[in-house]
Each structure stands twice: as C-alpha cells, then as structure tokens.
Nanobody, 124 residues
Framework: AVQLVESGGGSVQAGGSLTLSCAAS????????MTWFRQAPGQEREGVAS???????NYAGSVKGRFTIAKDYTKSILYLQMNSLDPEDTAIYYC??????????????????WGQGTQVTVSS
C-alpha cells in the first residue's frame, strides 16, 4: 500500500496562489495514477487534476488554466500549483492514488489510497 500525506493548505485572498504537496511513501512504484480531489461542505468530492505515470494530465474545467499538477518522481511528491484562486475553490483538498489508469479519472471510486486532506480557504 502507499501512504499519502498532504500539506500546503491555508488561507489566502482571492487572486492569490497556493502550492499543495502530497508526499507518498510505501510501495509507490505500483501506483500509476495520481489525482487531486476536493470537497466543499455539503458537496460531493470532485476531481481537480490528475497525472499518469507517463505525465499525461487532466483538469476539471473550473480550474483549467489556473491550476497545474506535477509530480517529482525521484522524491515521490505530487504537487498542485493553484493560481488566481477564487472563493469557490474553498474546500478540503485530497490526493489519491490508483494502481492503474482509471476509466474515469475524476471518479473517487477508482482510487485505492487517500491522504487525510488539507484545507484551502479563499476569502473575497
């Protein structure tokens, strides 16, 4: 199994930036696909951005052009650079790992391992 620990959340004003990190440990080599999800109060968990072992990325339409996902394979750290933040980006952000590329990258059911989450709060 792989263990995931997120960090980097916090409070920021609209228009600001944050970078989230997700450190992976354990049998990281057996997980081909990693994704950032977020969940706002009263809402379902939604996929934000994903990256395959080959470097192919996907983004939710609401964050495309503002967020960038990247992975440092030597350090087993997943990043999410978030720019031009909006109050609607306020949520708990989770990283997740799947053994294989999922059919639907933004379905939470496709992922085997999850971090504990990190809070991002954007004020207007």
């Amino acid at each position: 199994a792989v263990q995931l620990v997120e960090s980097g959340g916090g409070s920021v004003q609209a228009g600001g930036s944050l970078t989230l990190s997700c450190a992976a440990s354990g049998v990281t080599g057996s997980y081909d696909y990693m994704t950032w999800f977020r969940q706002a109060p009263g809402q379902e968990r939604e996929g934000v951005a994903s990256i395959s072992i080959g470097g192919t990325t996907n983004y939710a339409g609401s964050v495309k052009g503002r967020f960038t996902i990247a992975k440092d394979y030597t350090k087993s750290i997943l990043y999410l650079q978030m720019n031009s933040l909006d109050p609607e980006d306020t949520a708990i952000y989770y990283c997740a790992a799947a053994r294989f590329s999922p059919f639907n990258w933004n379905s939470p059911h496709a992922y085997n391992s999850w971090g504990q989450g990190t809070q991002v709060t954007v004020s207007s």
